[in-house]
């Protein structure tokens, strides 16, 4: 049987498979169809996530070409199309792991934010944090942000942000005591604008691709552009998250801005 992932609930899903081209693709959804009575559509895979708002290239194979879905996890909903926006249910184990991080009375910064999951899960887990800003460039992704704030009342802890991050940072009036970077692909392009927007003693999760266990290159970048804007850094941890491709995984560098 062919391995796929689930977004949506028990009410509706959605599944998301990749499937090679002599597959017999009706037949593999309609197999996955009937043994989960949840999933009223099937969508294959046709592409890597690519451009600024990080998208997949989908083909519907099966089922109901609506593919809005209100997806459940840890005690909070997220409303969604995975055609218009950014979301990964893989990463259900990772968000409470950060937001199990997040002290109470912290002002957290979430770049690349997507449907606002992260932010809404720190929300949830750490009540008494102050503050949570997500920023996030796709429009769906906002409009969904703001929904899914709403559904799971955090809009007191919770505000989004539509706009580039880069952009974003250059004009936000206040530093964070910590700031989430889950962009694995392109976060080095952001780390000076991240250390930019970090209080003294402020924690930065970056996350990266890296193959082997060699985070070497990413460990020096961030030495350079910490000094290169008369800032220190000290590294806090290594973990290995989620695998990416084959002998690829993402990684999460915590560091701390001195």
Do not use: W
């Not at 999933?39 to 592409?47: A, C, E, T, Y």
């Not at 992260?118 to 503050?131: D, E, R, S, Y």
């Not at 800003?133 to 989004?160: D, F, G, P, Q």
């Not at 952001?190 to 070497?216: H, Q």
Request: glycine share 6%; aromatic share 6%; hydrophobic share 40%.
């Amino acid at each position: 049987m062919v391995s796929f992932d689930l977004i949506g609930s028990k009410e509706k899903s959605v599944a998301i498979v990749e499937i090679g081209e002599n597959d017999d693709q009706k037949e593999m959804a309609e197999q996955i169809m009937k043994n989960n009575k949840s999933v009223k559509s099937v969508l294959k895979k046709l592409s890597v996530r690519r451009g600024e708002f990080r998208l997949r290239g989908y083909e519907l194979i099966a089922g109901d070409k609506n593919t809005e879905v209100v997806h459940k996890e840890h005690g909070y909903v997220l409303k969604l199309d995975p055609q218009r926006v950014y979301f990964s249910p893989r990463e259900a184990t990772e968000r409470q792991r950060i937001a199990g991080g997040v002290k109470s009375g912290e002002t957290v910064l979430v770049m690349f934010a997507g449907i606002s999951a992260l932010a809404i899960a720190i929300a949830k887990k750490q009540p008494k944090v102050k503050k949570i800003v997500s920023v996030e460039i796709n429009l769906s992704a906002v409009e969904y942000a703001k929904e899914n704030i709403r559904i799971n009342k955090v809009s007191h802890l919770v505000s989004t942000i539509e706009g580039d991050v880069r952009g974003v940072c250059k004009n936000f009036p206040q530093t964070f005591d910590r700031i989430l970077m889950p962009l694995p692909l392109e976060a080095a392009n952001f780390v000076k604008d991240a250390i930019n927007s970090s209080k003294k003693n402020g924690i930065i999760s970056y996350y990266t691709i890296a193959e082997n266990d060699d985070l070497s290159k990413d460990l020096e970048m961030i030495e350079k552009s910490a000094k290169q804007l008369n800032r220190n850094i000290k590294i806090l941890d290594k973990q290995k998250v989620l695998p990416y491709s084959p002998h690829k995984f993402k990684y999460r560098i915590d560091f701390r801005v001195i």
